[in-house]
Structure formats: C-alpha cells, structure tokens
C-alpha cells in the first residue's frame, strides 16, 4: 500500500468520512513511527521510495499529481489547498514562495520573488480564486491596487473557472504589471509540473 493511500486511510479514520484534507500531513506523520520522519535531500526525488515519503510530507505535492492522474478535480479540492497548489507550481517553477494567511490577507494570496540575471530580485504578487463563476474586473482592479502596494513587478490572477471579457480587456491593457491563468492554463501549468518531477 502506497504512503498516500495510507495517509488517505489515516484521515478517514481520524476525521471520518469528510473529503481527504491533504494540509494535515504533518499531524499524521507525528502519529507514524520515527523511521517515517526523516529529511531528504534533492537527490532522494529521483528514488521512487523517497519520492513517495516526499509526497506525503508535501501534500501539494500529492494533489497535484492527483490532479493530473485524473484522480480528483480541481473543484474538489478547498480554497486552502488551491492557493497552496500555485505555490507548489511557482517553487517548482524556481520562486522563492511565500504564502499568505488565508484570511486577512490584503487582496494578495502568494508572494513569488527570483532574481533574474541581468535584471535583478522581481517580485510577483498572486491571487488565487477558487471558484466557480468567472473572475470580473473588480478582481482585476484589487489585483492592480495590491501589486502597487507591494511595488510588485507584477499582479497575477489564476483562477479555476475562466476570466470575463472586462477582466481580460484589463489584464491586456496593463500587460507589463498585469497577467491571467485561467482554469485551461492551469491545468497545462500543473501538467509541465507533472514532467519536472516524474
């Protein structure tokens, strides 16, 4: 049995029948026993055992895998856990990541720095939604607000669901400060991801 089938077993015990919360990997590792707590090191991802203690020690890591397996969608999973997904991708993706709150956050989920040669530290400020409907300028607009704030390089808003005609008119009219990720272009994100760690 596979550690995340484990962990998936752990939960329903614990919780009951509520949908797997990935975020509580690290309460269940503390009820394993010692040998399962352990540091890897990059070299461990191309071991296919360590691979699979490291998805279970980074539950994004195992959802989006999930994800791409077709195993669950991205309705399924919770508001939390979406904005954790896009962290995942952006460290994947060479951003040093920091992840807000939750709650209280200011209009800015994600903060995603790198140096770029030549250019020097950017510094993207990201909002994740979650949702159904699509996202509407008034997004957009607090997006734009918030990257002035943090004096961002640049806002960048992904969604699950799509971008309105208003939103997307916004986001190219202001494309050197402003960028959009909808639901098709996720899925591709989280698909390249899928090869980098295959």
């Not at 943090?150 to 997307?168: D, E, R």
Request: hydrophobic share 35%; glycine share 6%; charged share 30%.
């Amino acid at each position: 049995m596979s550690r995340t089938t484990d962990y998936i077993i752990w939960h329903e015990n614990k919780y009951g029948s509520q949908p797997t919360d990935f975020s509580k990997a690290n309460e269940y590792l503390q009820d394993q026993e010692p040998e399962s707590k352990q540091a890897y090191a990059v070299r461990d991802l191309v071991n296919q055992d360590s691979k699979s203690e490291i998805i279970t020690v980074s539950p994004s890591v195992a959802i989006l895998l999930a994800l791409q397996e077709k195993k669950i969608n991205l309705e399924d999973v919770h508001w939390r856990t979406f904005e954790e997904i896009v962290a995942e991708l952006l460290i994947g993706d060479g951003y040093d990541v920091t992840l807000t709150r939750g709650t209280k956050d200011g209009g800015v989920d994600i903060l995603a720095e790198r140096i770029v040669p030549r250019i020097g530290p950017i510094l993207s400020v990201w909002q994740a939604k979650k949702q159904k409907k699509g996202v509407g300028i008034e997004c957009v607009r607090e997006l734009a607000d918030t990257r002035n704030e943090f004096k961002a390089s640049k806002g960048v808003i992904v969604t699950s669901s799509y971008l309105t005609n208003g939103a997307l008119k916004r986001i190219e009219r202001d494309k050197y400060i402003l960028e959009g990720c909808d639901k098709p272009q996720l899925l591709s994100w989280i698909s390249n991801y899928k090869s980098k760690t295959a």
